[in-house]
């Protein structure tokens, strides 16, 4: 039983030589990414703005464009809705309620004197919740019971803190991998890599804010997911560059580059595909719910693959990287 | 590296069938689990997957304490002691009055200072005290420890009588934990947040009070009475016994009728016997949750600590109060910062396309492992379900939480753990192709892969612990399955199919290689 070569034996394909196309496909993704996230802005999620989501099953199909105006009639600011996944699953979102003073205070006292809470004044959130739920309970009284899937509400300091938390974890895992990619590799790898892993991160923020797609937590898990992957995918094609720097001394760099990616091209075209067959299996079956963030890592596989070929190795080459840099110590035949 | 030492191959299996034996109870029925833990020993394997709110259905509350209430009032009854102490020691001072904090006291003479530091640093070692230049103003604030420990003690108080209540709902493992300074976390599977909050809510605050004597001078309190709720009650401010000082409460029998007999601690026993002897004669009144229930008078000093409060109720209700008041008050205000409810209907929704998902991710896969590398693809498949098994088994054994975003992690992996067979199948190719026979070009396939494999391991190992550090929640959940997906992976991939490998190559000593 032999197995079936989709790549190839040997390819031969003069990626380097395409080096300017791909710097000018690199260039517009980037400064188009940057522009969009300064001018659209990423639409950030109530994980990081703060506010509340609700999500519910109606009985029957419902009328969206009169729960529109049912629910920003409630006074409680923009009301949106969207359908989620389905034509009976819909998604709330009530943006954050401005607590009156007033009303602090004398819930903080009510409370104090230790009465039952529900006897105090509500959170306005609570009061928002509740003034929606009432809402659409009576435009389906006639047809069924809602049920209510999902509720969240995140307050403004915690999402302020979900930001900043979400931002540190992106950049020490940058810290993290440039400094393994520097301990394992020499530096110009290392400074290569970071590239094509800010290259990465850019360019999938940028097609977030281009679609406008919800920017949340699990955005934050999927781009430190595709920066593990992308630099997976960069030290495995820098680990031949190497090897190759070892093995043919006098062969052009230019030509070692593109001979060391059309090695490694079967095995970095496989891993992806093998990866991305499961991840369309969950953008298939996953569920709403998931949905963001298999659509984030599904952008990020493609465009780390991309960035490892297309960037990552052309920008070593412009380190100028010498072969006396690269150690011979270890042994070529382990 | 053809060869693989007895001892390597015998512990690649017994890890296999381990596996495969402690991923098992995920998948039987749950009567075939019961009996299994009733009668096998307790490390067979008998544990599932433990799911997460997301997958379960359940409600996620995140408090925070306003501990800056404790904090005055803290510093209220430093003022207090202070007043009394410089009084009873004949310290002269013009004023005193609380700060943020603390207390400032201006005395009339500066020669005083000394004795008004001595005393304030004997009623709490936790103090900065500064003395203005004039000797007359001192101020005295807690210090960082002074502040830790009134935090510390307030969020634990306030963990323990939310622990308390929450299991009087009944619910299976609630979580309850501190989350950084001056929060509390809970999570409630199979509970929805408003019954939550309610029961969270449900204080009962017991103090007893001084009646106020009519026409004396100063502050008073106003309650309303229990049993009439237009009638009120002048009482002095400050509570002589408050709820905190309970040791213990139950329900019990007076003259036939149902009273909650009490037990002070040490410190308000102390307390109850001196204001008992100094007020005989005196009425005093019981208030629970800002309502007088009773105000007996004082007949002899209470000197042990116990007592009895009466106040008309029914037997159910004399239970369900001492269970309150056992379950004391919130010392502190608390506040929902952030809550997440997923219903039932939701949860198991996402369970079963989750299923689904990594059901045909897994199909997909194996599918095409099998076509791409033969023979080869299949020993790959070998070492992927041996992967699955695996990940379920550490996770069950683990008792770790999956999430939805988990299952993702684990259809990820799914998808990437085939990464290191490529890596090993191609550089096989590369090397029959540069003239190797089979058996060398196997070995070198092996061992040069080996440092890209572990290279590209690790940098996506950072990742996952990065994420388990700085993610909460369901995001944890996907760090969780993600990184024990890489180790399992990279055990499956190398040990599992090469072991394979060698097995076919030593049956059948082929000329050529189905790669």
Known sequence: MKGLRIIPEETAVNFIGMRYVAYVISAVLILGSIFMISTKGLNFGIDFTGGTVIEIKTPVEPDLAEMRTLLNGLALGAISIQEFGAKDDLLIRLPQQVEDPIVVKEREECRAESKEWDECPPMAQELAIEDVRQAINDTFAEDGEVDYRRVEYVGPQVGEELKQQGMIAVFLSMIGILAYVWFRFEWQFGVAAIIALLHDTVAIMGLFAFAQMDFDLSTVAAILMIAGYSINDTVVVFDRIRENLRKYKKMPLTELFNMSINQMLSRTLMTSFTTLLALIALYVLGGEVIRGFVDALIIGIVVGTYSSVFVAAPVLLLTNIKRSEVQTGEAQEA | ?515
């Not at chain 2, 024990?484 to 097995?503: D, E, K, N, P």
């Open chain 2, 1 to 515: 590296m053809v060869n693989i030492a007895p001892w390597k191959a015998v512990l690649t299996i017994l890890v296999c069938v381990l596996g495969f034996a402690y991923a098992l109870p995920n998948v039987m029925p749950l009567e075939t689990r019961m009996w299994m833990q009733e009668n096998l020993p307790s490390w067979a394997p008998n544990k599932t997957v433990n799911l997460g709110l997301d997958l379960r259905g359940g409600a996620h509350l995140l408090y925070e304490v306003d501990v800056d209430v404790v904090v005055r009032e803290r510093a209220d009854n430093m003022l207090q002691d202070m007043r009394k102490s410089l009084r009873e020691d004949r310290i002269g001072y013009s004023r005193i009055g609380v700060i943020p904090q603390g207390v400032r006291i201006t005395l009339r003479n500066s020669s005083d200072g000394e004795d008004a530091r001595r005393i304030l640093r004997r009623s709490n070692a936790n103090l900065d005290i500064d003395t203005s230049s004039d000797g007359l103003t001192i101020e005295a604030v807690m210090n960082d420890q002074g502040l830790r420990e009134v935090y510390d003690n307030t969020i634990s108080q306030s963990i323990e009588i939310v622990r308390r209540r929450i299991d009087e709902l009944g619910t299976t493992e609630p979580i309850i934990q501190r989350q950084g300074e001056d929060r509390i976390l809970i999570q409630a599977p199979g509970a929805d947040s408003e019954s939550l909050k309610n029961i969270i809510g449900t204080t009962a605050k017991l103090t007893f009070h001084l009646l106020k004597d009519p026409g004396a001078p100063g502050l008073s309190k106003t309650f309303t009475m229990a049993e009439d709720p237009t009638r009120t009650m002048e009482v002095e401010p400050r509570a002589l016994i408050t709820g905190e000082m309970l040791e213990n409460a139950a329900p019990a029998f007076q003259d036939g009728q149902p009273v909650i007999s009490f037990r002070l601690n040490n410190i308000g026993g102390r307390r109850f016997a001196d204001v008992t002897r100094k007020n005989v004669g005196k009425p005093f009144a019981i208030v629970l949750d800002g309502q007088v229930l009773s105000a007996p008078v004082i007949r002899e000093p209470i000197l042990g600590g116990q007592g009895q409060i009466s106040g008309g109720f029914t037997v159910q209700e004399a239970s369900d109060l001492a269970l309150l008041l056992r379950a004391g008050a919130l010392p502190a205000p608390m506040h929902v910062v952030e809550e997440r409810t997923v219903g039932p209907s939701l949860g198991a929704d996402s369970v079963e396309s989750g299923r689904q998902a990594s059901i045909y991710g897994l199909i997909l896969v194996l599918c095409f492992m099998g076509v791409l590398y033969g023979l080869f693809g299949l020993m790959a498949n070998v070492a992927l379900a041996v992967n699955v098994a695996l990940i379920f088994a550490i996770l069950s054994g683990l008792q770790a939480t999956l999430t939805l975003p988990g299952i993702a992690g684990i259809v990820l992996t799914i998808g990437m753990a085939v990464d290191a067979n490529v890596l090993i199948f191609e550089r096989i190719r590369e090397e029959l192709s540069a003239g190797r026979t089979p058996i060398s070009a196997i070995d070198a396939g092996y061992s040069r892969a080996m440092s890209t494999i572990i290279d590209s391991n690790l940098t996506t190992l950072i990742a996952a612990f990065i994420l388990f550090a700085f993610g909460t929640g369901p995001i944890k959940g996907f760090a969780v399955t993600l990184g024990i997906g890489i180790v399992t992976s990279f055990f499956t991939a190398i040990m599992v199919t090469r072991l394979l490998v060698i097995t076919w190559l030593r049956k059948k000593r082929p000329d050529t290689l189905p790669v």
